[in-house]
């Protein structure tokens, strides 16, 4: 009886604070038996349970959720779990935030969506709307579009949530959600379970070419492995160099071998250098010396640290070494171990195929090569490729009469068939 009152005074609340034009506040403490219901009913098809099973752990006993409307057109929406016990005013173990925008029309939407810079691609979940398309910004953020809805997602949860094989394919599902597409059951090819059962092996279906070394490299490797470790702890090298340089100092006047104070400039020179280039010169001599190698990402851990105000990511990788057998590894954002290297580095997602140039005897000493044949590095041609005939098209869109700009939406739309890119229909 008592439990009956208080569902009934907990529904009461929540339409008295719609009618007041009231963002409400849903707090459970047993999300299995609590209804429903969503944040004001103001975030659309999002459900709690939906977000409740991607940011929840077993501990959490306390799941909440708010909405704000601040702007017209736009509708933030936040969960939040807590651990049992917690103390009140604590931070949230595990926090989701969905931005909803509404536009015009669909291709006002597109354009923004356009805008991060990130070429679009279709959605691994099926949806009813084959025109839906997602971005992966980052690993913890994602963006999706459905007509003229775009939904931006970000996500901050513990090891023990993000390591969820599935993890990934609900963070896309649920911000194509947020963007009202409505998803579609995957179909179920004969065979499926088996082949799901045995997902520790890196694809056969693409290989890299065999490539010659330089001579004499096997002379270079462990140099080479000395310089990444090093690349690695750049911040911890600088006190280090500064701490030995005091005790060489100390050294040489002491035994009189003032010779050895030549010593310092070069310690201290090379801490800084490499604190400031390290990265750069350890990821193109791997580049030079590694052997090539087809790998996959099979999920991601977070690491609790922080680099430029980014939360840096871990990804589990498999590689498929030179004589077949199959390494696991990991690599870190903060590593920025992609070569060619750009001004924004770009990851490969779970279950990417790429090619990745690794230290022989050292499988961790590896970086990821962007500009081949890969499945991966072609994805991200056709992406640089679809930004620029995006790009090429509005210009037109905007001056017509300019044959300048007609000309150059001709070669990019070119440059798009050649490469054996998909090209998507905006006409509409």
């Known amino acids: 009886m008592q439990k009956c009152v208080s569902r009934y005074l907990t529904v009461a609340v929540v339409l008295v604070t719609l009618c007041s034009n009231h963002p409400a ?28 099973a991607l940011i929840a752990s077993p501990g959490d006993s306390t799941f909440s959720v708010d909405s704000s409307r601040t702007e017209a057109g736009k509708l933030t929406c936040a969960w939040s779990a807590l651990k049992a016990g917690t103390q009140e005013g604590s931070a949230a173990d595990a926090t989701l935030t969905l931005d909803l925008y509404h536009f015009a029309n669909a291709a006002r939407a597109r354009a923004e969506l356009r805008g991060f810079n990130v070429a679009p691609h279709a959605p691994h979940a099926r949806t009813d709307d084959p025109d839906d398309e997602v971005i992966q910004l980052s690993p913890d953020m994602m963006a999706a579009r459905h007509g003229e809805n775009v939904a931006v997602a970000r996500a901050s949860v513990p090891q023990s949530i993000s390591r969820r094989s599935s993890w990934n394919s609900q963070f896309e599902a649920l911000t194509l959600t947020g963007a009202k597409a409505q998803l579609l059951a995957p179909p179920e090819p004969p065979g499926a379970a088996s082949a799901a059962a045995s997902p520790a092996a890196v694809p056969d279906a693409w290989r890299p070419p065999e490539r010659r070394l330089p001579a004499n490299s096997a002379m270079f490797v462990p140099v080479v492995h000395v310089i990444w470790l090093l690349t690695r702890w750049s911040f911890e090298l600088v006190p280090v160099a500064i701490l030995s340089s005091i005790l060489i100092c100390f050294i040489a006047v002491r035994l009189r071998r003032l010779a050895l104070i030549w010593l310092v400039p070069l310690i201290v020179g090379y801490a800084f250098l490499n604190l400031a280039f390290g990265k750069s010169w350890g990821v193109a001599l791997i580049d030079r010396f590694g052997i090539q190698a087809p790998a996959t990402i099979t999920g991601r851990f977070p690491t609790n640290d922080i680099y430029n105000n980014q939360n840096v990511v871990g ?114």
């Open 315 to 428: 990804y589990h990788v498999l590689i498929r070494s030179l004589d077949g057998a199959v390494v696991e590894t990991t690599f870190r954002t903060d590593d920025f171990n992609v070569y060619p290297s750009r001004n924004a580095t770009r990851y490969p997602a779970s279950g990417d195929v790429f090619t990745v140039r690794y230290l022989h005897g050292y499988p961790d000493d590896f970086v990821i090569v962007s500009n081949d044949g890969s499945p991966w590095s072609n994805r991200l041609r056709c992406e640089a490729l679809a930004v620029s005939a995006g790009q090429a098209d509005q210009k037109v869109q905007f001056a017509p009469e300019n044959p300048s700009f007609q000309q150059a939406a001709q070669a990019a739309h070119a440059a798009l068939q050649s490469a054996g890119c998909q090209v998507d229909d905006d006409s509409n």
């Open 25 to 52: 506040r849903a707090v459970t403490t047993t999300a299995s038996t609590e209804p429903d219901i969503p944040a004001g009913d103001m975030c659309g098809p999002v459900q709690n349970r939906d977000v409740y």
